[in-house]
């Protein structure tokens, strides 16, 4: 089973590259970020046999699952808190995994309301996940987490240090999150590899000299772990004219 997730900032801006790259790649699921609107194209989706679930609002965030099986909703919001009205979270059932769709909020600047509310986030969301872990839900966690996780997971941590990203208490709750027992699957595959990163900033040839962050994950529970037969960054599509800032990432499961 192949899993991608894709921040593609701005659905409508992308839409040529996202039809392009469930053509090449065909993904049995594609979660997609930053939708950025209301409309969405159904009917460009189903063309190329694909099932589709959305969440959206107006101009931000937004969160998108497409797969090749039937998708059964099991939740469109975190739980926690009721005036949340963000679209960042969608929670579903697909060929017998649980699938969640995350865009994690980016909390810059450090100190602000939108720190206290990424931290207060990722404190409900580590909620669910010990839920999940309570349950034996066999799980797959897909998404834009904007965190970097180690040190390592960036190109010059000094250049990132002012950053909600890089906090200490971000990467913290991270890790929190894999002392559950949720894996990595990144890292699963490529241990301590350095230099391979998932977003890179459009100014400064950022891209062509490889200073990036990692920064979209997918998170799975240990027993899907024992399933993954590769997991890896697809730089093509950040190479393309008009490109969305993050790449894809792809998790393939036996």
Not at 99 to 109: K, Q
Not at 178 to 192: M, P, T
Request: proline letters at 6%; glycine letters at 6%; hydrophobic letters at 40%.
């Amino acid at each position: 089973m192949r899993i991608g997730t894709w921040n593609v900032n701005s659905l409508k801006a992308r839409l040529p590259h996202v039809l392009a790259w469930l053509k090449k790649n065909k993904p049995d699921v594609l979660l997609l970020q930053e939708l950025k609107g209301l409309e969405f194209p159904a009917a460009s989706i189903a063309a190329l046999g694909y099932h589709a679930e959305f969440v959206a609002q107006k101009t931000y965030n937004g969160v998108a699952i497409l797969s090749r099986h039937p998708i059964k909703v099991v939740a469109t919001t975190l739980k926690g808190d009721e005036a949340d009205s963000h679209a960042r979270y969608l929670e579903a059932d697909i060929n017998g995994l649980r699938i969640i769709n995350i865009y994690l909020p980016n909390g810059n600047p450090p100190g602000s309301d939108n720190f206290a509310y990424k931290l207060a986030w990722m404190d409900r969301f580590k909620k669910r996940l010990q839920a999940l872990k309570k349950a034996k839900t066999p799980v797959v966690i897909g998404g834009d987490y904007n965190v970097i996780p180690t040190d390592i997971d960036c190109h010059n941590p000094k250049y990132w240090k002012s950053d909600a990203l890089i906090q200490p208490e971000v990467q913290a709750r991270f890790a929190d999150w894999l002392k559950l027992g949720y894996v990595d699957a990144f890292r699963h595959v490529h241990g301590d590899e350095t230099g391979q990163f998932t977003y890179f900033e459009y100014w400064r040839d950022m891209f062509g000299k490889n200073y990036g962050i990692r920064i979209d994950h997918f998170l799975v529970a240990a027993a899907v772990a024992k399933k993954i037969k590769d997991c890896r960054i697809d730089r093509e599509p950040r190479a393309l004219e008009k490109p969305s800032d993050h790449c894809p990432v792809i998790l393939d499961l036996k």
